[in-house]
C-alpha cells in the first residue's frame, strides 16, 4: 500500500501572512502518519521551505515550464522550482488547461521536465460537465491520462489526481460511486502500462472539505486528496489530514 497523500493547492493565493498556516499545520502534524504536501504560490516556496525544514510538511509547486532555462520571461523552470525547495509539482491542472490552453502533449512535456528535476509530478485529470453529461468522462480522463503521463513514469515520481473540472471551488462534490468508478478506470490503465501502476498514488480533487473527507478517503483507489479552498486555513485542512491518517495513511 503506497503512503497516502494530503495535497493542498492554493492557487493564486496566499503572501507572507499566509505562511502561519504552514508553520500550524506542520505543528499539528509532527508525525503524520500520510505524506502533507503544500503547494503555496511561487513567491512563497522559498520561504516555506525553509520554515518547513525537519518537520513532516512537504512544499510543491503549481505548475513549471517544459525547458530547463531560456528566453521565457515570467515563467519559471523546474530545476529553478527545485532549488528554491518543491520536491513535487502540480501539472495540467483544470485552471492551466483552460485558463493557458495546456494541452495533454504540453503536460507531458513538463511532466519529463519535472523528473529530470528530480521532482514528483502530480498529473491532473478531469472532465467538464458537459463531458460528463454526454456520457464521455472516462473517454476524457484516460485520454488525458495517457497523453499527459510519460513512459518512465514511476509510482516514485508520478502521482495521479482526478478533479472533475465540476466539482472545483463549486462545493459539488462527486458521488461516491462517481470516484470509484473513475478512480477504478485510472487503476486499471495505470496497472496496464506500468509494472508499478497499482502503487501509483491516485488523489480525488474537487470540493473536498473536513465534512466530506472520511467517505470519500474510503473508496477504493483513493489514496488522498488534492485540496484547493479547503487547504488555505491550517483548522480547515487539518482534519483533512485527519481523516486520511484515519482511512490508513
Ligand atoms: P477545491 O479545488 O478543493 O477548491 O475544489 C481543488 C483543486 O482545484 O485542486
Known sequence: MPVKLAAGNWKMNGTGDSLVQIEELAALHRTAT??????????????????????????????????????????????MLADAGAAHVILGHSERRADHGETSE?????????????????????????????GRTLDVVLGQLAGSTPEAATAGNTVIAYEPVWAIGTGKVATLDQIADVHG?????????????????????????????????????????????ASLKSADFSPIVAALEAAGG
Open 106 to 134: 504540453d503536460v507531458h512535456a513538463k511532466v519529463l521536465a519535472a523528473h529530470e528535476a528530480g521532482m514528483t509530478a502530480i498529473i491532473c485529470v478531469g472532465e467538464t460537465l458537459e463531458e460528463r453529461e454526454a
Open 185 to 229: 478506470a485510472i487503476r486499471a490503465a495505470l496497472k496496464d502500462r506500468f509494472a508499478d501502476g497499482d502503487a501509483m498514488r491516485i488523489l480525488y480533487g474537487g470540493s473536498v472539505k473536513p465534512g466530506n473527507a472520511a467517505e470519500i478517503f474510503a473508496v477504493d483507489n483513493v489514496d488522498g486528496a488534492l485540496v484547493g479552498g
Open 34 to 79: 500520510c505524506d502533507v504536501l503544500i503547494c503555496p504560490p511561487a513567491t512563497l516556496i522559498a520561504r516555506a521551505a525553509i520554515l518547513t525544514e525537519g518537520t513532516d510538511i512537504l512544499i510543491g509547486a503549481q505548475d513549471c515550464h517544459a525547458a530547463a532555462s531560456g528566453a521565457h520571461t515570467g515563467d519559471l523552470s523546474a530545476p
